[in-house]
Nanobody, 127 residues
Framework: QVHLVESGGGSVKAGESLRLSCVVS????????MAWFRQAPGKQREVVGS???????GYVGSVEGRFTISKDNAKNTLYLEMSSLKPDDTAMYYC?????????????????????WGQGTQVTVSS
């Protein structure tokens, strides 16, 4: 059974940074298609970015240049480094994985492509 556990969320001020972690058990990050999603209160879940089996990332426009997704295969951990945070970034952040997915270049932005999800970690950005 694959388990994902996120951590690293918190409350910060606009312009500050945070690094989220997603520890994977029951599968390996190497060769695994993974992604970060977020959901703000009253809004639909949206993709933040993804990474393919080779570690190549892709980002949505609203976070490109501010967020970085990376894998540490030795630690079996996916990271989301967030800088220049804005109040609009406030949300619950989730990592997702699917070891069986034939991963497109840069990963998939489709939530239904992911079989496994973490419990989420809250990020709150105040102005």
């Amino acid at each position: 059974q694959v388990h994902l556990v996120e951590s690293g969320g918190g409350s910060v001020k606009a312009g500050e940074s945070l690094r989220l972690s997603c520890v994977v058990s029951g599968a390996t990050t190497s060769g695994n298609c993974m992604a970060w999603f977020r959901q703000a209160p009253g809004k639909q879940r949206e993709v933040v970015g993804s990474v393919d089996s080779e570690g190549r990332p892709g980002y949505v426009g609203s976070v490109e240049g501010r967020f970085t997704i990376s894998k540490d295969n030795a630690k079996n951990t996916l990271y989301l480094e967030m800088s220049s945070l804005k109040p609009d970034d406030t949300a619950m952040y989730y990592c997702a994985a699917n070891p069986s997915l034939i991963c497109p270049y840069g990963g998939s932005w489709v939530a239904d492509d992911y079989e496994y999800w973490g419990q989420g970690t809250q990020v709150t950005v105040s102005s």
